[in-house]
């Protein structure tokens, strides 16, 4: 779930390329930067985050290869990377105390806490000269704006919730696989004419525990056109008591009680529907296209078994990743710094050619439908390369990526886990409990929510 942070600890320098740099630097009679971040040569040093942990060596080395290829292209500048991203409960203290990096990898639910206690640093006269910038997803930089429309950041990953299923078991229930159900009236169709087919076949499965049966509600309402939060007059307050509250867990009761598609056993998780559906035993249930290749390896089974499609309704729940800049950096540090993350992250189509193919060779799975970070003609180039190294069949996706646009992201409410873990309850009263009271649940729901929304400026 997006807004989970990772590693918060400060780390010292773990690429290898990167410490040599950084002695060669000295050695070769190079000064120490000033304030700005630049020495007496012209050179540039900016320390980023992101580094990939020494637990996973590939995506490190690759990592560690980009530095010193970046470094190689941009002999002005260079990079001091560490390991781990932003962490809340830290980053005022790194801040204050001068540790915070340069350049710091955010979930989508930072920014705007970020931006309105003056935590990051205003890019909006240096974002002119990045290229592709122009051609970002709008959507997407809305993350990184304020209510006056100046950039704090720029995304460098995004997901979205879609539907995920199985092409053999639509086919045998006499659905078309190359065209999943575009509204939840036609998820419920096709739901029952799965589950029809019996020897434990299952329609549709939700998570109900773990917080992350109130991550898929969340998203749920979302489709039905609503909130879970909401702020008023200034205040955070609780949005899902709601018609699309009511209409999300009537669909889902619906499904559960009167069609019987979403089979006896509940209370479930993400690796009980993973195993469900690696097993061939589930027709559908709501994913992000990276629930594919973990389902593949872990039950070996094949990319073409599967199919994934753009979430029904109007909106669907999303987060994604990118970076901000220390507000107390210098123009220097930031202007090298959208460098280095326009050249490692936003990728030209030339250095997507390079990427893809080493990512192939990697073993990791190609032609996803995400992350899909531009629009138009530039997302357009990067498909063809990715199409072209694919290891994936990407026709599968093409009712996601298609109908995907059309679908409002959103973001994670504040204090989304602790919000997640009272919807938790909501879910599996109604997918426990034949008479559960929908209204009486929503309402008691959204008094707790109050409070766990109340500190949240």
Known sequence: MDGMPGISRR????????????????ACGGSAPSSSGVDKNGVVTVVVNGMPAKTQPVDRKNFAEDVKAFEKSHPKIKIDAREGQMDPKTFAAKLAGGQLEDVYYVYFTDPAGLIERRQAADISTYVGDVPYFKDIDPA????FKDADGKTYGLPTGNYSLGLLYNRALFTKAGLDPDKPPATWEEVRTAAKKISALGDGTVGYADYSKNNQGGWHLTSWIYSMGGDVASRQDGRWKAAFNSDAGRRALQALHDMRWTDRSMGTRQLLEIADVQKMMGAGKLGMYMAGPDNIPTIVKQFEREYE???????PGNATLGGGDGFMFNPKASP????????????????????????SKRAKADGVPIGLPQPRL?????????????????NTPVGNYRPFVERNAQVETKVEPPNAQQLYTVLDGVMQSVLTKEDADIDALLAEAAKKADVILAPVK
């Open 374 to 390: 531009f629009a138009g003609e530039t997302q357009a180039k990067v498909d063809e390369i990715r199409a072209e190294y694919a």
């Open 332 to 355: 220097e540090k930031i202007r090298a710094g959208l460098q280095w993350v326009q050249w490692k992250y936003l990728r030209s189509p030339e250095r997507e050619a390079v990427d």
């Open 140 to 143: 997407l930089m809305k993350v």
């Open 11 to 26: 780390q010292v320098l773990g690429s290898a390329t990167a410490v040599a740099l950084a002695l060669a630097l000295t």
């Open 305 to 311: 078994e599967y199919g994934l499609a753009a979430l």
